[in-house]
């Protein structure tokens, strides 16, 4: 068989995918593994999403809304902006996706910081485009080397806040400062996947900035339920734009894009605060009693606006990894990233907390690393 691919496709490197729990189970001999290295909801989805779910299962030989009209109306209400300034995706991923496909040719150029999410850069090279990559400055995203990277063939400028790997955010004043220095041809995209685990006083003000006021690039936020909703296996994400911009992901989008279940499943999940709430607080307190536990040992552990935290454990990360794997507890080790002595830790619920940090000093004994 003789395939003619492009370069650019072949160099692509496939996105990594984890084994699945039960095969862990069975090459490993445990039982009852916990996952924490993908920074899921440990409480899992709302019940009121379940309910709903359940009660549609019977429907799945119809086709879904093709316009997602009453998610999108819940999700406009609830960020507080029109139903035209929102674009529904399997995944926040697929917004990225239509991204690039609208607005990137053949040899133009994307900005990204590394570390951040892999796939920016990949749907990049399916299109044929050049990814400009700038490190982080101290783990933050660097805006004035961003900045001065901006050419007249760059289109996209990609910056996850909260930062994955790190947890670190763009502070408002920088990123408004950074903004009127760019030209306005770019469209500056925020991944906010792990927003809601942010400080309300922390957040860029999108409302505004999705107007696009005189002078400034027009900026698209991305939001997902897949972290603080609890709705990952679901995948339904959405992107918050000018209605401008909107228009012109409807026209590369697929119709049908956002399943059945997956409408049903979000839109109950936005109308249960306490569910939500539970989530943000047990999250903020998981990490504060995880960072007095780590920090006791002598460890370095990052702050973090996210719901997962960098630790530095001085030592190999991915052999303590695996020390850890055979103890049934999943972490991520983040040599991948250029950070071989670190591990990235997703806050889980107290029970999960415990029996991490319980199988983490065990480990660390064990190796000598402390």
């Not at 997602?68 to 999700?75: F, K, S």
């Not at 009127?180 to 500056?188: D, K």
């Not at 936020?221 to 603080?228: D, E, I």
Request: with cysteine.
């Amino acid at each position: 068989m003789k395939l003619n691919i492009s370069y650019h496709i072949k160099e692509i490197v496939p996105y990594p995918p984890g084994k699945p729990l039960e095969e862990l189970e069975r090459e490993l001999g445990i039982t009852g593994p916990i996952k924490l290295a993908s920074n899921e909801n440990p409480w899992g989805p709302s019940p009121k999403a379940v309910e709903a779910i359940a009660k549609n299962l019977s429907n799945i030989h119809r086709y879904p809304d093709g316009s997602g009209y009453y998610l999108t109306e819940a999700i406009a209400e609830k960020v507080g902006v029109s139903p035209t300034e929102i674009v529904l995706g399997n995944g926040s991923n697929e917004i990225i996706e239509f991204l690039v496909k609208a607005f990137i040719r053949s040899g133009d150029e994307v900005i990204t910081s590394h570390p951040s999410f892999l796939m920016y850069q990949k749907f990049v090279q399916v299109r044929g485009g050049e990814n400009i990559v700038i490190p982080l400055r101290e783990l933050s995203h660097n805006l004035d080397a961003i900045q001065k990277a901006v050419t007249n063939r760059t289109r996209l400028i990609f910056l996850d806040n909260p930062n994955n790997p790190r947890g670190t955010i763009v502070p408002r004043k920088e990123f408004n400062d950074f903004l009127s220095h760019l030209p306005e041809e770019v469209v500056v995209v925020l991944d906010e996947a792990y927003v809601d685990f942010m400080r309300p006083e922390d957040r860029i003000d999108i409302h505004s900035l999705i107007r696009i006021p005189e002078n400034i690039p027009a900026v698209v936020s991305l939001r997902t339920f897949s972290k603080a909703y609890g709705l990952a296996g679901l995948r339904v994400g959405f992107g918050i734009m000018h209605p401008e911009i909107a228009q012109i992901l409807h026209r590369v989008r697929q119709p049908f894009n956002i399943n059945l279940l997956g409408q049903i499943g979000a839109l109950a999940s936005l109308s249960d605060d306490e569910h939500y709430n539970k989530t943000i607080q047990g999250t903020r307190e998981g990490k504060e009693w995880l960072t007095g536990k780590i920090e006791s040992l002598g460890l370095t552990v990052f702050p973090s606006h996210a719901n997962f935290f960098l630790i530095d454990i001085f030592n190999d990360a991915s052999v303590l990894y695996e020390a850890m794997l055979r103890k049934g507890v999943i972490v991520r080790a983040m040599k991948a990233y250029g950070f071989p002595n670190l591990i990235r830790l997703t806050v889980g619920n107290k029970e999960e907390n415990q029996r991490f940090f319980t199988a983490f000093e065990q480990c660390l004994k064990e190796l000598n690393y402390v």
